[in-house]
Structures are given as structure tokens and as C-alpha cells.
């Protein structure tokens, strides 16, 4: 046997440490991959959703045609009113519009998912699809018709009649909370795929701790 061509043949079929994996993003590191959490978004939206759902139901059982109820020493107000605009009242030109940009938000966010590798990703992503499939289905099954009916609001804050501010469901509230969280991470450089923007800097810095030879911990916020 010709140790020479043996040995040839194993130096051309070992990994080139230099030439990029096309399947991994740019800047990526070598370290362990965190697993997807696809699962986790859907399991946050899904409560965040019967929330939602349940609360709603609560309004309209209780709330129809009577006086603000106040609570938490006048904090809250508790008041049924049926909105056919936006969150917390904002216009867009028609309850049909609101309709289409809801429903491409959640399939926009459905279709991310598979992608998602950060927890704190999949909680915010979870709570800004559950918040818009909460207001989603109030436009598709309430009054006055399929796709133009009015979202059940019921939460006003510091004074009733939504004077101090628009009155708002939980809906409305997972969307705000997801979106901030979104931002929040974005701004701290956490990605969604679970690396740190600023982490990639630094491995590629100092390539021992790329390749195992060094500390270096996964991301997974």
C-alpha cells in the first residue's frame, strides 16, 4: 500500500477550517447550535390567546351596557366599549385593512418560526402573535360582519372613557409587551437565532474560544 497516496487521500477529505459553511450565517461561530423554539412561541401564544379570549368573554358577559366598574383604588376602569379601529384606537382607513394586516402578521410570524433559537425571541414573538390572533378573531366572528367586526375593548386607565388613555384589551397589552421585549433584546444585541451580535465580535477576535480551545458559552436569551 502506497502510504503516500493514503495519506494524500485523508489530508483532501478532512475539513477545511477556513472555507464557510453556506448553511450557517455570516459571523456564526462554531458553537453549539440551541435547539429551535418554535415550540415555546406557540405554547406562549397559545395562553397569551386564552387570556385574551377569556377576558373578552368576561367584558361581555358582565361589563354590557353599565357603568364603569372601578378598581385598584381608581387605577383601573373597567368599561365594555367596541372599537373599530386599531390598538388603542389608532386609525388606518378601514376595519377590512386592519383585517389583512393582522392576518399577514401572523402568518409572517409562523413562517419565522422555524427559525427562532432564542427563548427571549419566542416569548415576545409568541405574545405579538397571540395579540394579534385576539384581535384577529374579533374582526372575523364579531358585528357587524366577517372581516369589519369591532374589537371588544374593556381596560381603561386612570379615568374612565379612555380620557387619560385609549381603552385597551389583553390583546393590545401582548402586543406592547411582546414588541418592547423585541426591541429590548435587539438593542442588547441578542439575535434571534440565539447568538450575541457582540459575542460574534469577540470570537472572531479571539478564535480560540471558537473552536472549543477557549471558554466560550452559548446564547440562548
Not at 34 to 53: E, F, I, S, W
Amino acid at each position: 500500500m502506497d502510504n503516500g497516496t493514503v495519506n494524500s487521500e485523508q489530508q483532501n477529505s478532512a475539513p477545511d477550517p477556513g472555507r464557510a459553511d453556506p448553511d450557517r450565517p455570516a459571523g456564526a461561530t462554531e458553537a453549539p447550535v440551541a435547539k429551535r423554539r418554535a415550540g415555546l412561541l406557540l405554547v406562549v401564544a397559545a395562553l397569551a390567546y386564552g387570556v385574551d379570549v377569556v377576558t373578552k368573554v368576561l367584558a361581555t358577559a358582565g361589563l354590557e351596557a353599565g357603568e364603569p366598574v372601578r378598581i385598584l383604588g381608581g387605577a383601573v376602569y373597567l368599561q365594555l366599549l367596541r372599537n373599530p379601529y386599531a390598538a388603542f384606537g389608532m386609525s388606518f382607513g378601514g376595519t377590512w385593512v386592519l383585517t389583512v394586516v393582522a392576518t399577514l402578521v401572523v402568518l409572517g410570524i409562523l413562517w419565522f418560526a422555524r427559525r427562532l433559537r432564542s427563548v427571549g425571541w419566542a416569548v415576545g414573538l409568541g405574545l405579538i402573535l397571540a395579540g394579534a390572533l385576539g384581535n384577529l378573531t374579533d374582526r372575523i366572528f364579531r358585528a357587524p360582519g366577517v372581516f369589519e367586526g369591532h374589537v371588544v375593548d374593556f381596560v381603561s386607565v386612570f379615568a374612565p372613557n379612555g380620557e387619560f388613555f385609549p381603552v385597551f384589551n389583553a390583546a393590545d397589552s401582548a402586543i406592547t409587551v411582546g414588541a418592547v421585549l423585541i426591541v429590548l433584546l435587539t438593542a442588547l444585541g441578542r439575535e434571534y437565532d440565539g447568538t450575541r451580535t457582540g459575542k460574534q465580535r469577540d470570537d472572531r477576535a479571539h478564535p480560540r474560544a471558537a473552536d472549543g480551545s477557549g471558554p466560550a458559552g452559548e446564547d440562548r436569551a
